[in-house]
Nanobody, 131 residues
Framework: QVQLVESGGGLVQAGGSLRLSCAAS????????MGWFRQAPRQAPGKERE????????????SYAASVKGRFTISRDNAKNTVYLQMNSLEPEDTAVYYC????????????????????WGQGTQVTVSS
């Protein structure tokens, strides 16, 4: 079992930056694949949360959604049980609740991008980008 707590959200103007953090409890954090997802305010009911980025247990492999590639960077510090999402050049379309997620399945050469593949979720942090 792992508990995840996000922080770092807020209101920022278009073109600005934010860094989200996700602190995890549990001694096995370093073995989890970690991901960031988001849910926009007017997202259709029942629609799965949108994949943003994922990082392997070691931090050596990362993947990004096309919409954020080149602007967002995911990283992790296993000594601090924390995963980060650095968001630069923010756009109004990035406005959403951002969720941290953990997947305990061990993978080799694969980073899950579907919300259903992650077992543990944080409560979310709101990011609002004004135009």
């Amino acid at each position: 079992q792992v508990q995840l707590v996000e922080s770092g959200g807020g209101l920022v103007q278009a073109g600005g930056s934010l860094r989200l953090s996700c602190a995890a409890s549990g001694r096995t954090f370093s073995s989890y694949t970690m991901g960031w997802f988001r849910q926009a305010p007017r997202q259709a009911p029942g629609k799965e949360r949108e994949f943003v980025a994922a990082i392997s247990w070691s931090g050596r492999s990362t993947s990004y959604a096309a919409s954020v590639k080149g602007r967002f960077t995911i990283s992790r510090d296993n000594a601090k049980n924390t995963v980060y999402l650095q968001m630069n050049s923010l756009e109004p379309e990035d406005t959403a609740v951002y969720y941290c997620a953990a997947d305990a399945t061990w993978y080799s050469g694969y980073l899950p991008a579907a919300a259903g593949e992650y077992e543990y979720w944080g409560q979310g942090t709101q990011v609002t980008v004004s135009s």
